[in-house]
């Protein structure tokens, strides 16, 4: 299929001016296949040529202007359309569109569950032309209006409010008309959904989800729609612009590759967020941010949308922001900043340091391309664009930030808007060099390090003096910080614990300049740089502080405050600063006195699928295996009492990955509970017996008794990720058939089986797979797609496999074989993991 260029978006938005896209979509006509009808009204500025896509199965007919176009003219997805007068102009197209099964374009779904079939779109970045003919690019905004003819039991929803046309059985639908929105944007749901209405301020207000997950939303449902009602409240109490459009659906949709999609009206999320088994309280809290998120992409996006992909961190990185932020400040979670700081933030830090690495908002000519822009939604375009948003909001203050934004979307409002009119909004509303600011922050790439060695060039340098301890801050890289520094004591009265003593700003100028501070007192126990965690800087403690924290972290009484060290650890590690061993043993002389479970399960994650299956040479395994389950039977024992659940299910998922002892995970599956609790739930039943077939002590009649009892889409997913786990060279010819060569398997059945087959207990009998990988990789993602591609290089990847052939190999599938770039950059970042993990293995 074609690529859509930068160039060749801007010379067609100077041609068009797209008044309306009418959609006729039939939904009756088979398993496979669906009709899609388009009538697209819109004007030509002058006489020219242009194009439309579009990816039928079939092109039925094609009439621009009531003259009918050749339809053997489409070519690589796009369609000719020449010989345009200035004028207005219609284009009508009937086809018949493929379903998908790997969650882009119309995907379509049975529920293994009860056998009901359900379907939604995903149309971002450039999957529209896969439901309807299209001017796809962001720029391009139109009214939409929709028709869809269903099954007479299903439910249809849209952008706009549904209602049923004529009599039940024809299973007509009409979707109210959008005010201007991008394609990118358009979005239907149908099928037998389970619903749950409601309404605020006036506003009708859904939840959906499909049958076999009804009672889990019904128990869910006043806490979805309180954190609905809350957020929303909040947005409209600081954007002066209300809420744009008709109706607030939230779908949570079967096989969705994203976390959401933020649909004006329909926004849809993965249905993970309806649990079937117990979470955390952390993982609430993600879901609730999750919902904050996607309504701030209301505003950010939906209301003002990009001109061309160079600008997505002014929808995602706004909308991370605002999701944690507004988070905090209209529900009962409080612990959001330290959530961001454990598990997102680290995602930025790691994409920064990587080859393909990228400013938050790249030059124009950096994005070239669609297949360029896909690549950017990242953890530098979420997390570290949050985290320079934050930042900013440090250095202008809330009310110019907020004036800023209100002055962005009155003056782009159902229009589209670039990196410079955003800026421009902040310079006017606050009168402060916000150009500058942008040019050190959002163009330049890697992490500046805020460092305690000594010279030459300390960032952290201290000294008593006169009754005073002065401290110096510089940096190693070139952006300005506003950073906030907790010097801390040992408490006299309680040991082990910290006191702060005092929490003050200083400003590290930009470039080679260094910031001064002077305070009075001796020296504290801990000086904390970057406490309160509002840049996004690595850091290095003296050594004063590094023995503080080795004695007292878990004394600290901030988490957050606990979360930046624990950052600093993680990076120390991956830079070959701080032995694996090391954390580990802090880890175990910390968590058990840990109370904030987001800290508790990131350390945990760290651990485990960096240090336990990366770090450590194969010999170094057990003993890191080992660490775990000791920190896991602390959390256990002191979580007896049932005061903390939260964290006595992240020490029983926790124990489970790491066991070695087949006879003690048989006993809780056969009990179906752990001694004092929990009870099995289907998630925790299905990683028992995940880890007991990687031990080879389950068998594929035991998968299929699980699956019997367990016969959901999760449960599914669950048994093609046993099978896959089996120690059987069998089984593993069977999963690899699954993952490279069946195309009709879902983009979830293929992840499932990928997060089954590489284990590092099992490297001899996957051995001879890792050199098959690489050409089996390129030639399945060549075939199905990006989504594909994007999954097998990041779940696909033998990543245990941490050896300089593997990386060899790599490096010369990357010069040889061409994979697509979905599947390309998910390689670039992998090798480059592999080559950190193999220097730290050296340094260790």
């Known amino acids: 299929m074609s690529v859509l260029t930068r160039d060749e978006a801007q010379t067609r938005a100077r041609l068009l001016d797209v008044r309306r896209y009418a959609i006729d979509l039939d939904l009756t006509r088979g398993e496979e296949l669906f009709r899609s009808s388009t009538v697209i009204a819109f004007t030509a500025s002058e006489p020219g040529d242009t194009f439309v896509e579009l990816r039928p199965d079939t092109l039925h007919s094609a009439v621009l202007d009531g003259q009918e176009l050749d339809t ?5 997805g796009r369609l000719p359309l020449t010989g345009l007068g200035a004028g207005e102009h219609e284009l009508r197209i009937v086809a018949d569109m493929r379903y998908s099964r790997t969650g882009e374009g119309m995907h379509r779904f049975t529920d293994p569950a009860d056998g009901e079939t359900y379907l939604y779109t995903m149309c971002c970045m450039t999957d529209a032309p896969g439901v309807f003919a299209a001017f796809d690019q962001p720029d391009l905004k139109a009214v939409f209006e929709v028709t869809v003819t269903a099954p007479p039991a299903w439910t249809v929803l849209g952008n706009g409010v549904a ?29 037998p959904y389970h619903s749950i209405r409601s309404e605020h301020r006036g506003l009708p207000v859904g939840l959906h989800v499909r049958q076999s997950l009804a009672p889990y939303l019904d128990a869910d449902a006043d806490e979805l729609l309180d954190i609905t009602r809350r957020c929303f409240d909040r947005y409209h109490e600081i954007f002066d612009e209300p809420y744009p459009f008709d109706s607030y659906d939230q779908a949570f949709v079967p096989e969705f590759n994203s976390g959401a999609m933020e649909n004006p009206g329909l926004v849809t999320f993965r249905d993970e967020f309806i649990y079937r088994s117990a979470v955390t309280d952390t993982e609430r809290q993600t879901r609730a941010m999750v919902i904050a998120h996607e309504m701030a992409h209301m505003w950010f996006g939906d209301l003002v949308t990009l001109t061309w992909w160079d600008d997505i961190w002014l929808n995602e990185s706004f909308a991370e922001y605002m999701g944690f932020q507004i988070l905090t400040e209209a529900t009962d979670f409080s612990g959001t900043w330290t959530d961001f700081a454990v598990a997102r933030k680290s995602w930025g830090y790691d994409a920064d340091e990587r080859p393909s690495t990228h400013p938050v908002a790249p030059e124009p000519e950096g994005v070239p391309d669609t297949e360029a822009a896909r690549l950017n ?58 150009h500058a600011w942008a040019d050190a922050w959002l163009r330049t790439t890697g992490v500046d390090t805020l460092t305690s060695e000594p010279a030459p060039a300390p960032a952290l340098a201290l000294a008593e003096a006169d009754g005073h301890w002065t401290l110096t801050v510089s940096r190693e890289g070139s952006r300005p910080h506003r950073v906030a520094v907790g010097a801390y004591d040992h408490d006299p009265v309680e040991p082990g614990s910290l006191v702060l ?5 200083v400003d590290v100028p930009q470039g080679g300049g260094s910031a001064r501070e002077a305070r009075p007192g001796r020296r504290p126990d801990l000086v904390l740089i970057n406490d309160g965690d509002l840049t996004y800087a690595k850091i290095r403690l003296d050594p004063g502080s590094w023995d503080t924290v080795v004695r007292s972290l878990s004394g600290l009484p901030d988490p957050l405050a606990r979360a930046v060290i624990w950052n600093a650890a993680r990076d120390m590690v991956r830079d070959g600063h701080l032995p694996p061993a090391a954390y580990l043993d802090a880890a175990r002389a910390h968590l058990p006195h840990e109370t904030d479970n987001a800290i508790v399960q990131g350390v945990l994650a760290f651990a485990s699928v960096h240090i336990a299956d990366r770090f450590l040479p194969p010999e170094g395994r057990p003993a890191a295996l080992s660490a775990l389950r000791a920190i896991s039977r602390g959390l256990l024992r002191i979580t007896e009492d049932g005061s903390a659940p939260g964290l006595r299910l992240t020490a029983v998922r926790t124990f489970i990955d790491s066991s070695v002892d087949p006879d003690t995970l048989r006993e809780w599956l056969t009990a179906g509970a752990v001694p004092g609790g929990p009870e099995l739930d289907p998630e925790l039943r299905w990683r028992t017996l995940d880890r007991l077939c990687v031990l080879g002590a389950a068998t594929a009649a035991d998968i299929a008794a699980e699956f019997d009892r367990d016969p959901s889409a999760t449960g599914q997913e669950g048994a093609a990720r046993c099978r896959a786990g089996l120690p059987d060279p069998e089984a593993k010819e069977a999963a690899w058939a699954a993952m490279f060569e069946n195309d009709e398997l879902s983009a979830y059945l293929v992840t499932a089986t990928a997060q089954g087959f590489w ?21 399945a993602s060549a075939r199905r797609g990006a989504a594909i591609g994007e999954v097998l290089g990041r779940y696909g990847f033998p990543a245990h496999a941490v050896e300089a052939e593997t990386l060899r190999l790599g490096e010369k599938c990357l010069r040889d074989d061409e994979p697509i770039p979905a599947l390309r950059r998910r390689l670039d970042d992998q090798l480059d993991d592999l080559r950190r993990g193999l220097r730290v293995r050296d340094a260790t």
């Not at 053997?72 to 690589?76: E, H, M, N, T």
């Not at 209602?163 to 099928?191: C, D, F, K, N, Q």
């Not at 003593?501 to 700003?505: C, D, K, L, Q, T």
Request: no cysteine; hydrophobic share 45%.
């Open 377 to 434: 939604f990242d953890g530098i375009s979420y997390a570290k664009g949050a985290s320079a948003l934050r930042q900013l909001v440090a250095w202008l203050g809330e009310g110019d930030f907020l004036a800023g934004i209100n002055d962005h979307f009155s003056r782009h409002r159902f229009g589209n808007a670039t990196l410079a009119d955003f800026i421009d909004s902040l310079a006017r509303a606050s009168g402060r060099d916000v």
């Open 163 to 191: 209602a049923r046309v004529g009599e039940a059985a024809e299973g007509r639908w009409r979707l109210a008309p959008t005010p201007p929105i991008s394609t990118y944007l358009m979005a239907l749901a149908a099928g």
């Open 759 to 779: 284990q590092p207990e099992q490297h001899d009998l996957v051995r001879d797979y890792v050199p098959r990988y690489y050409p089996a990789a390129v030639a």
């Open 72 to 76: 053997a003219a489409l070519d690589g």
């Open 501 to 505: 003593r005092e929490r003050f700003e």
